[in-house]
Structures are given as structure tokens and as C-alpha cells.
């Protein structure tokens, strides 16, 4: 009876072993005709996307993405090499660490003593604390305007150059408005210049130059202000754009920018600023957003005090493609969070593709409420379609600016 039962259990084990085998061997073979068949989806090489689908879109424009060559030398760091390091020395970053500190990014930033850069964590969900689409702010966008700002360290001077603008002004009844723009400094309103009135606003070709003088630490505290104005004396600015010269690192180099121009009469609803670095890397294909620090928070609800985070998401075709978060900082209105965000994208999609930053606030129960959000991109209006065009026109090298968070 015993070897009965022994040799009965034993078939029994035999028979499931069997089974499990022939399974495998039957989708060992089914994978084997899959592959050889040509129709098996290989893994996209774009961790945000789905590779199927941008084939489907774009056709063979979607090619694999380069990988950068890594030369057998090692690379030396700035302080041997004499100088900072070239593009072929930024094209072989594979880690965070290898970012350096924020010195790296801007002089302005001082921020050395935070330390290197901390690379921030992937959020499982992509589900918001609160939704809004891809317009955010556009209705705000009222014109664009060309300039170029540049310091002489040794003259002490502020040059300010309008080159073009367009679509400053509305059409009255089908005939172009002619116009003008006025230059101010903040936050004294000193008046940099005035430009000669243009006959069309839709399309102006100003090519003026003005100069004001400004010494070094002033370039710190003020921002130029650039208004389009009708020919109708007494009228109100049709659009204005502000830009802060503490973001522009003009002692080492000028900077030419499109500026898009808001809507002076519509208010916006600030709740805090936050500094953003944005920076491409085309032989990667990679986008890297640094959040580095927030200051004059307004909590949600009126709260007394409140832990903040970050969320950034990347937007397109109206689709949550990824996100990531920073730690959350208790009970600090002005946080600094110094974390870098590395997303891998395809250079294809840049002209379709938005950031969304949110700022959060972490709560007992594990739920988060949204202090205010931030666009960043072709979709954005003022500082945030500014930031991600001048990101694109200076390829490889961080470009850091402040944006106004705004409520929903």
C-alpha cells in the first residue's frame, strides 16, 4: 500500500512537471516564429514613450535615438584642463553627479554650499493633484517681441536693443494700428527708451539701441520691462513683458531672446516664484530640469504652514508621458530643493512637448494639495514659452529663470 501511494504521488509531480514543460517549450516556440517573423516589438529605446507609437506618428523620422561615443581618454576635470569643459566633454554625461554643482549652471544661483545636485525620484502614478490642460496661460499672450540685452563691465552701461516685434497690437477695423515700445528699468521705472512709432503693429521692424548706465550689483536687484504702446497719446499698454537681469548672466555673454508679451489688465493670480533650469542635450536626446528653489509660497486653503514638493510632468498631445518629484521640505515658505530631473526625449517631439511644475504640499494623510502650477513650453505664454525657446537656441547649456506660480 505504501509504495502505491508513494508511486501514485510520484506520478502525480511527474504529470505537473510535464505539463509546466510542454508549456514552455510551446511559448518557447511561439516567441522563436514571433521573432523571426520581424513583427516583435522591441523595447523603446525612450523610457517616457512608447516607441510604437511615435513610428505611428511620425513614420521613419522616429529613428533610434544616438548614443554618445565615450572617447578612451579620460576626460580631465576644468580646473586641469585649463578651461571649462567642451560640448564633446558634456555629451558623455551619463549621471547626475557628473552635473557638478550648481555653479556649473549660473554664477547667480550661490547656491555652492547646498552641495552637488541630488537627482529626484520617479513617481509611480501619473495622476495630478489637480488638472488643467495645455492652454494654462495662453490666453495671456498678446505679442512677441525680439531683443537683445547686454553689460559692459567696463563702461558700466546697460545696452538694450529692439529688434523686431509682432502682432503687438489688434487690427482696428482691418487697418494696422501703428505703435511704440517703452523700456523701463524696475523697480524705480527708470526709463531706459522709447522707440520711434512703428506704422504696423503686426509686423514692426524697430532696429534701436538705447543705453543707460548701471553699476555691477544693480544687475542683481532689477529687470528691464518692455511695453507695447498704441499711437493714441494717453493709451494703456497693450502688452508688457518683464525680464530679470539676476537670470541672464550678462557679464560673460549677451542675450537675444523672443519675449512674449502678456496682457497688463488681466491679473494673475501669484502664489510664490520658483527657479527652474532647463537644459537639452541633442546627442542623448535627454532633457534635464533642475528645480532649484522657491521662495514666498502662499499656502492653499490659508493654511499657517505647510511641507512643500515639487512635481514635474511631462505633457504631449494633451498626454501625462512621465513625472517626477523632489523631496518634501517641512514647513519652509522659501525651500530650496536642488534636485535634478532627467527625462530621455526624443528631439522629434520638442515642439509638441510641455513641462508642467507643480508645487504641492504634502499632507498628514498622505494626500497632497496644489499651491500652484507653472507651463513650461511651446504651449506657455511670457517667461515660460521664453525659458524653453532660449533652452533650445542655447543647446547643452542650462538656462535658469524664475516663473510665477499660479493658482488654477
Given amino acids: 500500500i505504501l509504495f502505491a501511494v508513494y508511486f501514485y504521488h510520484l506520478f502525480v ?21 514571433l521573432w523571426r517573423s520581424g513583427r ?12 510604437r507609437y511615435l513610428q505611428r506618428k511620425y513614420g521613419a523620422a ?24 567642451g560640448p564633446r566633454a558634456a555629451d558623455v554625461l551619463e549621471s547626475v553627479d557628473e552635473l557638478g554643482s550648481l555653479e556649473l549652471m549660473s554664477r547667480e544661483l550661490g547656491l555652492a554650499p547646498y552641495g552637488p545636485l541630488r537627482k529626484s525620484v520617479s513617481a509611480d502614478s501619473l495622476s ?9 496661460g495662453q490666453e495671456f499672450t498678446v505679442g512677441q517681441l525680439e531683443v537683445s540685452v547686454e553689460y559692459a563691465a567696463r563702461a558700466r552701461a546697460l545696452h538694450v536693443a529692439l529688434l523686431q516685434g509682432k502682432d503687438l497690437l489688434e487690427r482696428d477695423a482691418g487697418r494696422p494700428e501703428s505703435c511704440f515700445v517703452r523700456v523701463s528699468l524696475l523697480p524705480s521705472e527708470r ?16 532696429g534701436e539701441r538705447f543705453c543707460v548706465p548701471l553699476e555691477p550689483a544693480a544687475l542683481e536687484e532689477n529687470s528691464l520691462r518692455f511695453a507695447a504702446f498704441g499711437a493714441a497719446e494717453g493709451s494703456a499698454p497693450a502688452g508688457a ?24 489688465n488681466k491679473t494673475v493670480d501669484s502664489v510664490g516664484e520658483i527657479l527652474l533650469s532647463l537644459s537639452y542635450l541633442p546627442t542623448a536626446e535627454r532633457l534635464t530640469v533642475v528645480v532649484v528653489k522657491a521662495k514666498n509660497l502662499v499656502w492653499s486653503n490659508g493654511k499657517g504652514t505647510a511641507d512643500p514638493f515639487v512635481k514635474v510632468y511631462l505633457l504631449q498631445d494633451g498626454r501625462k508621458i512621465s513625472k517626477k518629484k523632489t523631496a518634501v521640505k517641512r514647513d519652509d515658505p522659501n525651500p ?5 530631473m532627467i527625462f530621455s526625449v526624443p528631439a522629434i517631439v520638442l515642439q509638441e512637448l510641455s513641462l508642467r511644475v507643480t508645487v504641492a504640499e504634502s499632507g498628514e494623510d498622505g494626500r497632497a494639495d496644489a499651491t500652484g502650477h507653472v507651463l513650461i513650453g511651446p504651449a506657455a505664454s511670457g517667461m515660460g514659452i521664453t525659458h524653453w525657446h532660449q533652452m533650445l537656441a542655447t543647446l547643452r547649456k542650462p538656462v535658469s529663470m524664475w516663473h510665477t506660480v499660479r493658482r488654477n
Fill in 191 to 206: 526709463l531706459v527708451g522709447t522707440s520711434r512709432p512703428q506704422r504696423s503693429g503686426g509686423s514692426a521692424h524697430f
Fill in 336 to 340: 530650496v530643493f536642488n534636485e535634478a
Fill in 40 to 51: 516583435c516589438p522591441a523595447p523603446s529605446p525612450f523610457p517616457n514613450y512608447d516607441y
Fill in 62 to 85: 522616429a529613428r533610434a535615438p544616438r548614443r554618445p561615443q565615450v572617447s578612451a581618454t579620460p576626460r580631465r576635470p576644468p580646473s586641469e584642463a585649463g578651461g571649462p569643459a
Fill in 128 to 136: 495630478s493633484v489637480s488638472s488643467i490642460g495645455n492652454s494654462f
Fill in 13 to 33: 509531480l511527474g504529470t505537473y512537471v510535464a505539463g509546466a514543460l510542454a508549456l514552455l517549450g510551446i511559448a518557447a516556440v511561439n516567441l522563436w516564429k
Fill in 241 to 264: 513683458a518683464e525680464l530679470r537681469l539676476c537670470d541672464l548672466d550678462l557679464p560673460a555673454r549677451p542675450f537675444t531672446a523672443w519675449l512674449y508679451l502678456q496682457d497688463p
